[in-house]
């Protein structure tokens, strides 16, 4: 085990790198309408002229670095930890995307469903986890149209994915995953207002803290099996 954990954390390395570079071919939506061009493509192209070594400041490879091998540590089953590794390295990309563009982009969530759907076959647990990524997604598609200011369709895509990946863990999984992710961004929202950096209507992107509340949700101890 030792060695699958500190496997997966040079993978996450260098995943990280690619994922950095993804993230960069993402610009602002608007900016992506007005040149009317796809971005995947030239993204992808980026990625693969990438060298594959950290770079200042670091912080999307070792983010990268420590989700894989917490991933590593704690899921046991092989396919189920394939799709969560795929998953470790397009939430990367996705994060960094969000953080800088306040969007997740379509070509790269949604290509993600069926392969995650097609790793988790052979794990025997695609129905709990297409349920739960059903319940999961069904609840932010709830909370989007309730405010969908606070929210944008890209979060709901996402959560539906985070279903399928924490419904392969169980149920308790999913649960966690989401309060988790609410709870972490709400305690951001708080700490900018302490800060005098932020008002009550002030918005930030979501996607981070959701993908951060994912990895809550395989760190905690009974949460994941």
């Known amino acids: 085990m030792p060695l699958v954990v500190i496997a997966a954390a040079v993978l996450g390395l260098i ?10 071919g993402f ?10 061009r796809p971005e995947a493509p030239a993204a992808l192209a980026a990625a693969a002229r990438a060298v594959p070594l950290p770079r200042p400041p670091y912080a999307v490879e070792g983010a990268t670095a420590l989700a894989a091998a917490l991933v590593a ?3 046991h089953d092989g396919w189920v930890l ?19 563009t306040w969007r997740l982009p379509d070509a790269i969530t949604l290509p993600s469903y069926p392969i995650v759907l097609a790793l988790l076959v052979p794990s025997g647990r695609l129905l709990p986890a297409v349920a739960s990524g059903c319940a999961l997604g069904a609840v932010y598609a709830v909370l989007w149209f309730v ?13 539906g994915l985070i279903g399928l990946l924490t419904g392969a863990l169980g149920v308790q999984a999913t649960v966690v995953a989401g309060m ?9 929202a708080v700490g900018l207002l ?16 959701m993908l951060a509340g994912a990895l809550v949700a395989v760190a ?6």
């Open 82 to 100: 394939a799709a969560w590794l795929y998953a470790v390295a397009v939430g990367a990309a996705l994060a960094e995307i969000d953080r800088r």
């Open 27 to 36: 610009g602002p939506e608007q900016d992506a309408q007005r040149e009317r």
């Open 147 to 159: 405010r969908p200011t606070g929210l944008g369709l890209g979060d709901v895509k996402l959560a």
């Open 180 to 188: 988790a992710g609410q709870i972490l961004g709400a305690l951001y």
């Open 15 to 24: 995943a990280g790198a690619y994922a950095r570079a993804v993230a960069a």
């Open 220 to 225: 905690v101890p009974g949460a994941s099996p």
């Open 73 to 75: 540590w704690r899921v």
């Open 194 to 209: 302490l800060a005098r950096r932020a008002t009550r209507t002030t918005e930030f992107p979501f996607g981070p803290f």
